[in-house]
């Protein structure tokens, strides 16, 4: 491993050297360095900086921002000590994140958007350049692809705003997570972590100067466990890697990273509801299931899973920026990735509800179990799972190049957007088999589909391969009209190509082809006063697109052959209040969205149900700190969902969209002992009730969840935390059974855990 990682390091030497070379030729007026403007005080509600939402990349305070946009530091991502990339949205207002799947396949809903799973309406970002182009696919959702570890310096969570024209043109929630980079000063830590659910892990980072204004950063993690419910064995393991290089030049720097990544978790899902031995520790695979055989295509082929492997990424996103302050108030911000790897999901899914065995076995009395030979009796309960195999290749090229002329009181900004992208589908879904209903509870002999290897429900199979292409110009203005107002404006015109063929079946013909070629403007419109230098109101519109990709033409294959071009449009609108002082801030966003076009489909093959969805609502985000080591976050979100254009669910609550959601952290930090220093903190969210379906038939029932933390200085170098998720150990619910709301099946959040971990630094 050792010797992998000097010949990755060496090799993104070799790569920068020439071109540092070369660009340090150049003269111009000294300018700050980047890396001064990224860091966030958190000594100062005023001071805080903002990068993501500027469509020049020049960093500006957040309080003077046009738009919603929240900051997260590394210093709260570790108090926090999230599970998943999708529990550290939780922090974000306006932001609805299911993370009770596991370390990959979380829901996380926007502001109202409409979804029944996965993420259609969020972006994550690595260093301002999206890790995968499209937003979502069946069974993969950006935050699957990036992992949480000491490397990442903040985050930066941006709603609405001008996210439409830039970049990849997400019109909901773009999350961009940049990281550390080297200085002067060679520095570094090293973190041992474990658990009361057997996890080790070591977390390392190390950064300083390799030469004269070249910087490294570079560090990842190593972990296992047998996961927050035990599976009994170890059902996540993982590990990262990742180089971050920088050179400073006299008129801007130039970065190039890598990130290697191979971590996976068993996937949770849904659980039956009402039934003994069920609760929010409970998973359906364990030792006595996670091997198991499904058969696929029309000649029956079988093959043998391990379905321990859950959900996971392996593969690498790598990527530079080149950001240069040319002659003549000209600046030139060029930001490209590559990112190539496997993305599978290995699940048991449940099917229907639990029923007493006596119902379905062969004899009406009893059945044998497959792996133990253990005789269970009519009164068993059992529940038919399906062996679910979903196998994607993936790769994308994204390049972002933008030029500024600064004239005046004014920004003007033309960019060019461009991506290319592919995946590879291999499905394998239904295959169900009835098994005992306890952990990992096994399958049974003496029920007639099992003996017969057949599903005993259904089954969809497919091989896919599909590409894409979007390609984007657009522009930007921002014009000081005096020292209270600023307008901007945003225009982009974006081309998106698709090209994909199924086959359903596994049949080896083409049941599906789709060659779709179509543009669509967007735009945006802001204004912002600030009557004071730290207090100020904006207000602004958009109209952005989510455009269709492959999976949205397999679903609505009917209506795009009639001549549907499945884009969604979404209008926006926003109306904010800011206000920052030394020691507190306050952010208020009042909010209207509706998209049109949104379809769903409950599981493949069903009919896509259309609708248009309508939300307003207010975000509110306040920090205050105290002289004393006291300090408190309240993030909180109201809204009201509607759909108010479908076949059936007219004027009907988005599913699984809560009324309201609160969420109040308060910290304080004081010398325990002499030059020990300490910090209690803890975490109180509520959420409201949701409705489990656009039907609005199932509730599932709001909850209040407790989470608490302790860090302790022990000396400069040497610090230990130790953290408890879910104090109260509560049972909420995120969603029901999303293939059948109305079988009693529902997720829980995670049970409660408790982490501790001593850290090093030098």
Same mark, same amino acid.
């Given at each position: 491993?050792?010797?992998?990682?000097?010949?990755?390091?060496?090799?993104?030497?070799?790569?920068?050297?020439?071109?540092?070379?070369?660009?340090?030729?150049?003269?111009?007026?000294? $300018?700050?360095?980047?890396?001064?403007?990224?860091?966030?005080?958190?000594?100062?509600?005023?001071?805080?900086?903002?990068?993501?939402?500027?469509?020049?990349?020049?960093?500006?305070?957040?309080? &003077?921002?046009?738009?919603?946009?929240?900051?997260?530091?590394?210093?709260?991502?570790?108090?926090?000590?999230?599970?998943?990339?999708?529990?550290?949205?939780?922090?974000?207002?306006?932001?609805?994140?299911?993370?009770?799947?596991?370390?990959?396949?979380?829901?996380?809903?926007?502001?109202?958007?409409?979804?029944?799973?996965?993420?259609?309406? /969020?972006?994550?970002?690595?260093?301002?350049?999206?890790?995968?182009?499209?937003?979502?696919?069946?069974?993969?959702?950006? !935050?699957?692809?990036?992992?949480?570890?000491?490397?990442?310096?903040?985050?930066?969570?941006?709603?609405?705003?001008?996210?439409?024209?830039?970049?990849?043109?997400?019109?909901?929630?773009?999350?961009?997570?940049?990281?550390?980079?080297?200085?002067?000063?060679?520095?570094?830590?090293?973190?041992?972590?474990?658990?009361?659910?057997?996890?080790?892990?070591?977390?390392?980072?190390? !950064?300083?100067?390799?030469? %004269?204004?070249?910087?490294?950063?570079?560090?990842?993690?190593?972990?296992?466990?047998?996961?927050?419910?035990?599976?009994?064995? #170890?059902?996540?393991?993982?590990?990262?890697? $990742?180089?971050?290089?920088?050179?400073?030049?006299?008129?801007?720097?130039?970065?190039?990273?890598?990130?290697?990544?191979?971590?996976?978790?068993?996937?949770?899902?849904?659980?039956? /509801?009402?039934?003994?031995?069920?609760?929010?520790?409970?998973?359906?695979?364990?030792?006595?299931?996670?091997?198991?055989?499904? =058969?696929?295509?029309?000649?029956?082929?079988?093959?043998?899973?391990?379905?321990?492997?859950?959900?996971?990424?392996?593969?690498?996103?790598?990527?530079?920026?080149?950001?240069?302050?040319?002659?003549?108030?000209?600046?030139?911000?060029?930001?490209?990735?590559?990112?190539?790897?496997?993305?599978?999901?290995?699940?048991?899914?449940?099917?229907?509800?639990?029923?007493?065995?006596?119902?379905?076995?062969?004899?009406?009395?009893?059945?044998?179990?497959?792996?133990?030979?253990?005789?269970?009796?009519? &009164?068993?309960?059992?529940?038919?799972?399906?062996?679910?195999?979903?196998?994607?290749?993936?790769?994308?090229?994204?390049?972002?190049?933008?030029?500024?002329?600064?004239?005046?009181?004014?920004?003007?900004?033309?960019?060019?957007?461009?991506?290319?992208?592919?995946?590879?589908?291999?499905? !394998?879904?239904?295959?169900?088999?009835?098994?005992?209903?306890?952990?990992?509870?096994?399958?049974?002999?003496?029920?007639?589909?099992? %003996?017969?290897?057949?599903?005993?429900?259904?089954?969809?199979?497919?091989?896919?391969?599909?590409?894409?292409? $979007?390609?984007?110009?657009?522009?930007?203005?921002?014009?000081?009209?005096?020292?209270?107002?600023?307008?901007?404006?945003?225009?982009?015109?974006?081309?998106?190509?698709?090209?994909?063929?199924? &086959?359903?079946?596994?049949?080896?013909?083409?049941?599906?082809?789709?060659?779709? %070629?179509?543009?669509?403007?967007?735009?945006?419109?802001?204004?912002?006063?600030?009557?004071?230098?730290?207090?100020?109101?904006?207000?602004?519109?958009?109209?952005?697109?989510?455009?269709?990709?492959?999976?949205?033409?397999?679903? #609505?294959?009917?209506?795009?052959?009639?001549?549907?071009?499945?884009?969604?449009?979404?209008?926006?609108?926003?109306?904010?209040?800011?206000?920052?002082?030394?020691?507190?801030?306050?952010?208020?966003?009042?909010?209207?969205?509706?998209?049109?076009?949104?379809?769903?489909?409950?599981?493949?093959?069903?009919?896509?149900?259309?609708?248009?969805?309508?939300?307003?609502?207010?975000?509110?985000?306040?920090?205050?700190?105290? !002289?004393?080591?006291?300090?408190?976050?309240?993030?909180?979100?109201?809204?009201?969902?509607?759909?108010?254009?479908?076949?059936?669910?007219?004027?009907?609550?988005? =599913?699984?969209?809560?009324?309201?959601?609160?969420?109040?952290?308060?910290?304080?930090?004081?010398?325990?002992?002499?030059?020990?220093?300490?910090?209690?903190?803890?975490?109180?969210?509520?959420?409201?009730?949701?409705?489990?379906?656009?039907?609005?038939?199932?509730?599932?029932?709001?909850?209040?969840?407790?989470?608490?933390?302790?860090?302790?200085?022990?000396?400069?170098?040497?610090?230990?935390?130790?953290?408890?998720?879910?104090?109260?150990?509560?049972?909420?619910?995120?969603?029901?059974?999303?293939?059948?709301?109305?079988?009693? #099946?529902?997720?829980?959040?995670?049970?409660?855990?408790?982490?501790?971990?001593?850290?090093?630094?030098?």
């Amino acid at each position: 491993m050792n010797l992998q990682l000097t010949k990755l390091a060496s090799a993104m030497l070799i790569t920068l050297l020439p071109v540092s070379m070369l660009q340090a030729q150049q003269q111009a007026e000294d $300018t700050k360095k980047v890396a001064a403007a990224k860091k966030p005080a958190e000594e100062s509600q005023i001071e805080q900086i903002v990068i993501t939402g500027k469509a020049s990349g020049i960093a500006g305070l957040r309080v &003077d921002a046009s738009y919603a946009i929240t900051n997260v530091s590394a210093e709260n991502i570790e108090k926090m000590n999230p599970k998943s990339t999708a529990e550290l949205f939780t922090l974000v207002p306006g932001v609805w994140s299911e993370s009770s799947g596991g370390v990959a396949g979380a829901n996380v809903f926007v502001r109202g958007f409409p979804g029944g799973g996965d993420a259609p309406f /969020l972006t994550v970002q690595m260093q301002g350049v999206p890790i995968f182009p499209p937003p979502t696919l069946s069974f993969l959702e950006n !935050s699957s692809m990036f992992r949480l570890d000491e490397t990442v310096d903040f985050m930066e969570a941006l709603r609405g705003g001008s996210t439409p024209v830039i970049s990849n043109g997400q019109p909901g929630l773009t999350t961009n997570f940049l990281l550390k980079e080297g200085s002067e000063e060679t520095e570094g830590l090293v973190k041992l972590s474990t658990s009361d659910y057997g996890l080790q892990r070591m977390d390392a980072v190390v !950064s300083g100067e390799l030469a %004269d204004d070249l910087y490294f950063m570079m560090g990842g993690y190593i972990s296992s466990s047998q996961g927050v419910r035990d599976a009994g064995f #170890n059902s996540e393991e993982g590990h990262q890697f $990742t180089l971050n290089i920088t050179k400073d030049l006299d008129n801007g720097s130039i970065n190039l990273y890598t990130r290697q990544t191979d971590d996976h978790g068993v996937w949770y899902l849904p659980t039956p /509801l009402n039934v003994a031995g069920v609760d929010n520790t409970y998973t359906q695979i364990g030792p006595n299931n996670r091997q198991g055989t499904i =058969q696929f295509g029309p000649d029956g082929e079988s093959r043998s899973v391990d379905f321990g492997d859950g959900r996971g990424w392996k593969g690498s996103v790598s990527g530079g920026t080149v950001d240069l302050d040319l002659n003549n108030d000209w600046k030139l911000l060029y930001r490209f990735n590559y990112t190539q790897g496997d993305a599978n999901t290995l699940g048991l899914v449940p099917e229907a509800g639990a029923v007493a065995l006596s119902t379905v076995a062969d004899n009406g009395l009893n059945a044998t179990g497959a792996t133990t030979g253990a005789l269970y009796d009519g &009164d068993t309960m059992v529940q038919q799972i399906g062996r679910w195999v979903v196998e994607k290749e993936l790769d994308s090229f994204t390049n972002d190049l933008a030029v500024t002329k600064t004239a005046d009181s004014a920004k003007y900004t033309v960019g060019v957007y461009s991506t290319a992208f592919s995946v590879k589908d291999w499905w !394998s879904i239904g295959n169900q088999a009835w098994h005992v209903v306890e952990s990992g509870g096994e399958a049974l002999t003496g029920i007639n589909c099992n %003996d017969n290897q057949d599903s005993c429900s259904w089954n969809y199979d497919i091989d896919a391969t599909g590409d894409g292409t $979007t390609r984007a110009l657009y522009a930007a203005v921002e014009v000081a009209l005096n020292e209270q107002w600023t307008v901007d404006l945003g225009l982009r015109n974006e081309n998106h190509t698709i090209d994909y063929t199924v &086959d359903e079946g596994l049949t080896g013909q083409v049941s599906k082809a789709v060659s779709y %070629d179509e543009s669509k403007i967007a735009w945006t419109a802001g204004v912002n006063w600030m009557w004071q230098k730290n207090m100020g109101v904006f207000a602004r519109v958009n109209k952005g697109n989510k455009m269709p990709f492959f999976d949205d033409f397999r679903d #609505n294959y009917g209506a795009f052959t009639s001549g549907e071009k499945l884009i969604k449009e979404v209008t926006q609108f926003e109306l904010g209040y800011k206000w920052a002082e030394q020691n507190y801030s306050f952010y208020a966003t009042s909010f209207y969205n509706e998209v049109e076009g949104d379809t769903f489909v409950r599981r493949p093959g069903d009919p896509a149900e259309v609708m248009t969805n309508r939300a307003y609502g207010v975000e509110l985000d306040f920090n205050y700190f105290t !002289s004393v080591g006291f300090s408190l976050n309240l993030n909180s979100t109201l809204q009201k969902t509607e759909i108010t254009e479908s076949p059936t669910n007219e004027g009907n609550r988005a =599913q699984r969209q809560p009324r309201w959601q609160v969420r109040l952290t308060p910290s304080y930090g004081f010398e325990a002992f002499e030059d020990t220093f300490a910090s209690v903190y803890g975490t109180i969210a509520s959420v409201s009730d949701r409705y489990a379906d656009n039907e609005n038939t199932v509730t599932l029932a709001g909850y209040t969840k407790i989470d608490a933390g302790l860090q302790l200085e022990l000396t400069e170098q040497l610090k230990t935390q130790l953290s408890v998720d879910n104090l109260t150990d509560k049972q909420g619910l995120t969603e029901g059974d999303p293939r059948n709301p109305t079988s009693p #099946n529902g997720r829980y959040i995670l049970p409660r855990s408790v982490t501790l971990s001593m850290t090093y630094q030098f």
